[in-house]
């Protein structure tokens, strides 16, 4: 529950992805639903698949920025 309502159950989980695949998704289809929260877990499997270690940064700030531009009204974190 958040704040008295179900929580919705829609998400884009898709195990062993990499940045570059993630980052494809973004905005549509994985936006396309106007989300209220964005949780990315992203570049672990860069890492264990050995994919351009050290553009890895890089690629995954690629697709922070545009989850930021298609998503503006949701929530992130501060600080």
Do not use: C, Y
Not at 2 to 28: C, K, M, N
Not at 68 to 74: G, K, T, V
């Amino acid at each position: 529950m958040v704040d008295g309502a179900a929580f919705p159950r829609a998400h884009e989980g898709h195990s062993g992805w990499r940045i570059d695949q993630i980052g494809g998704l973004v905005p549509t289809p994985a936006l396309a639903q106007a989300p209220h929260i964005v949780l990315r877990m992203a570049g672990t499997n860069d890492l264990t698949q050995n994919d351009n270690i050290p553009m890895a940064p890089q690629r995954l700030g690629a697709v922070l920025d545009k989850l930021f531009a298609s998503a503006p009204d949701a929530l992130r974190p501060t600080g």
